[in-house]
């Protein structure tokens, strides 16, 4: 499927969306301005003059992951920032570097091949594998600068549906990385007066999981673009590979920007929702938001670890046991996702819907 000239006013839904072709696709006309479906309102556009430039996040070597100091250091990020970065985590550098070869490998594949694993329109807690661009919803009315695709990793997902540019490399790297994540979500749990993630806790905690690869292409215009609005995980825990290309902006504590920088090797590690209305607020999901490069394509690879839909998500009982009261109320993750999803609420608004 050849890409054909894009004018700027055309109607970008069939070109980019039906058939397959793609932000990348757009990108590869050789576009000189950006559509108008794809120019964010001031609101949601990255205000550089409110990026801090002197703050970061804290970045935890784990080579001695038992350690106190290192659990505190775990728990203490995620209390205060929400977002850490985490390095000499156990996972092969390679593995990492594989992943995101594969990632470009899958993005560079002609409409015709990509549009097999299309999806127009994303259903809820969806756990199939699937590629979409834009948020791929045709009722969106606001376009984010970005191609996802979704490897949905739960015992009842076929990998032999993925495609085989990522299959093997998404396959080694969640060997990897459901350990640890379910490590660090042990240590999290350890300062709310729980030791271990039980069969009681596990769906509650790592229910449903998901490696989404997302590409940013190159933007001619990326100070009027975003390539993901700003939002908080909903689930638990994220954990994030980035690219060397940088771009990922995470609310400060005095209500700044800061920039993740990337680090070879590293992972960038976030509180989701459901963990901040379980631990009563003690941990904190983070606003973010993904800026987009003229000249770069950037790629990034989240596992989604999140609650079954099933579960009731809700403050701890150990958080309530001193006369704390609850800031939330007890509800369906299912439900939780699906305002979030429908609603798409900015920042840290998706909160209030579970708030007593």
Not at 92 to 121: Q, R
Not at 218 to 246: E, K, V, Y
Not at 299 to 304: C, G, N, T, Y
Not at 313 to 335: A, N, T
Request: aromatic share 8%; glycine share 6%; charged share 25%.
């Amino acid at each position: 499927m050849s890409s054909s000239k894009f004018e700027p006013n055309d109607d970008i839904l069939d070109f980019v969306i039906k058939k397959a072709n793609g932000l990348k696709g757009l990108v590869d006309t050789n576009l000189e301005i950006i559509p108008n479906q794809c120019i964010q309102p001031k609101e949601q556009r990255l205000d550089m003059s409110q990026i801090d430039n002197q703050e970061s996040i804290p970045t935890i070597d784990l080579s001695n992951f038992d350690d106190l100091n290192v659990e505190k250091s775990i728990q203490e990020a995620a209390s205060k920032w929400g977002f850490f970065q985490i390095i000499n985590h156990g996972i092969p550098i390679e593995v990492l570097e594989d992943l995101k070869d594969a990632a470009h490998k899958f993005f560079e594949l002609p409409a015709e091949e990509k549009v097999k694993y299309h999806k127009e329109k994303l259903s809820p807690g969806e756990s199939v594998f699937m590629f979409w661009s834009a948020i791929g919803d045709k009722d969106e009315k606001v376009l984010e600068w970005r191609d996802s695709i979704k490897h949905g990793c739960n015992p009842q997902n076929d990998s032999n549906l993925w495609p085989p540019q990522t299959r093997n490399q998404v396959l080694e790297y969640q060997k990897w990385a459901k350990p640890l994540a379910k490590k660090l979500l042990e240590v999290l749990l350890k300062d709310l007066n729980d030791n271990e993630i039980d069969e009681s806790l596990e769906p509650l905690l790592m229910g449903t999981m998901s490696i989404n690869i997302n590409y940013y292409p190159p933007c001619p215009n990326p100070s009027i673009a975003i390539g993901f609005r700003r939002h908080c995980d909903m689930g638990c825990i994220t954990l994030l590979l980035q690219d060397d290309t940088g771009g990922l902006y995470i609310r400060g504590t005095k209500g700044n920007w800061i920039h993740v920088n990337p680090i070879k090797g590293a992972l960038a590690v976030n509180i989701g929702d459901s963990l901040q209305i379980m631990s009563n607020d003690r941990y904190k999901s983070i606003e973010h938001c993904v800026a987009v490069d003229s000249s770069r394509a950037r790629i990034s690879v989240p596992l989604l670890v999140n609650p079954s839909f099933d579960s009731v998500i809700g403050s701890f009982p150990q958080m309530l046991k001193d006369g704390e009261k609850p800031v939330y109320k007890h509800i369906l993750f299912s439900d939780y996702w699906d305002h979030c999803f429908i609603k798409r609420p900015s920042g840290k608004a998706s909160l209030d819907f579970a708030k007593n």
